[in-house]
């Protein structure tokens, strides 16, 4: 039987609000729609601090076991995710941001470039952290997230992990 995961969805933007949140709502309705909770949501600056405050106590909460981010990871001077997010990590799992812009390429050609996706496993949470635009979330969703965060998924997923509680 398919597990169902707990999921905190987090906005980086420094302008959304839930009603023009798009890209967020895009995962929570997706997340939802492949049969996952939906835990918490949040809209927080694109701050280093700020984000790392609210990234660290979902890490930090037992309900929640994957975090879905989306903004803040391109390359201009307020695109800090990267910067706030990966020292939380544990351990990277390097091979995300390869194959998010090897999926994303297909669809905007050599812009992928500028996207510093990426993912990790902190306190045996998932963490994934993709782009703002909400093209980027359903690539980021479909060509990646929704069969590796299936429990039936072969040959291996990320859902396992959890079940095992490996850090």
Known sequence: MKEQLKFAVLTVSDTR???TDTSGQLLCESLQQDGHFLVDRAIVADDIYLLRAKVSAWIADPEVQVIVSTGGTGFTTRDSTPEALEP???????????IFRQLSYEEIGSSTIQSRAFAGLSNN???????????????????LLKDQ?????????FAELLQRGHH
Do not use: Q, Y
């Not at 939380?88 to 390869?98: A, N, P, Q, V, Y």
């Open 149 to 157: 965060l299936d429990s039936e998924h072969k040959p291996c997923n």
């Open 125 to 143: 949470t998932l963490v994934f952290c993709v782009p703002g635009s909400t093209g980027a979330c359903r690539t980021a969703w479909s060509g």
């Open 88 to 98: 939380l990590l544990d351990t990277k799992i390097s091979g995300f941001g390869e």
């Open 17 to 19: 609000t839930i009603e």
